[in-house]
């Protein structure tokens, strides 16, 4: 079960600290504290990859690594570099060492895919434009 690290704030009673909106800015820079912390996989993952060392002690003190080992098996797919997706299966005794998760591309078929309705324009318009210069 994912329970997202605003969730566990709200549950435990623990207020934001200085360190986790430290590492929401550092690791996750695109999104807002909320938005980053609504994923405590995502935030992990990212804590895992660009945290620094002690990033990574305090987030696995708080939240423990339990959340450290699932994200591992949940991974998202373009977080992990080939060197920690090794590191952070070792530290955990996780052997063998899995492939990393890879990203995919989404049907042009599935309308919650974000970049489906692009590419379907794109496949309409762009590419019958190119086989027609071909001939």
Same mark, same amino acid.
């Given at each position: 079960?994912?329970?997202?690290?605003?969730?566990?704030?709200?549950?435990? /009673?623990?207020?934001?600290?200085?360190?986790?909106?430290?590492?929401?800015?550092? &690791? +996750? #820079? #695109?999104?807002?504290?909320?938005?980053?912390?609504?994923?405590?996989?995502?935030?992990?993952?990212?804590?895992?990859?660009? /945290?620094?060392?002690?990033? @990574?002690?305090? &987030?696995?003190?708080?939240?423990?690594?339990?959340?450290?080992?699932?994200?591992?098996?949940?991974?998202? !797919?373009?977080?992990?570099?080939? !060197?920690?997706?090794?590191? #952070?299966?070792?530290?955990?005794?996780?052997?063998? @060492?899995?492939?990393? =998760?890879?990203?995919?591309?989404?049907?042009?078929?599935?309308?919650?895919?974000?970049? !489906?309705?692009?590419?379907?324009?794109? +496949?309409?318009?762009?590419? =019958?434009?190119?086989?027609?210069?071909? +001939?």
């Amino acid at each position: 079960m994912k329970m997202g690290l605003k969730l566990w704030i709200i549950i435990t /009673g623990e207020t934001r600290s200085q360190h986790t909106c430290s590492c929401c800015a550092k &690791t +996750l #820079w #695109w999104q807002t504290p909320d938005e980053a912390l609504g994923d405590s996989i995502r935030f992990a993952a990212q804590v895992m990859t660009f /945290g620094n060392w002690e990033d @990574v002690q305090t &987030t696995r003190a708080v939240l423990g690594d339990a959340l450290f080992k699932q994200t591992l098996r949940e991974a998202p !797919a373009g977080v992990f570099d080939p !060197a920690l997706w090794h590191y #952070w299966h070792h530290v955990f005794g996780v052997e063998p @060492v899995p492939e990393l =998760p890879r990203r995919t591309l989404g049907s042009l078929s599935d309308p919650s895919y974000p970049g !489906a309705r692009w590419l379907d324009t794109a +496949l309409q318009n762009v590419i =019958p434009a190119q086989a027609a210069r071909a +001939l």
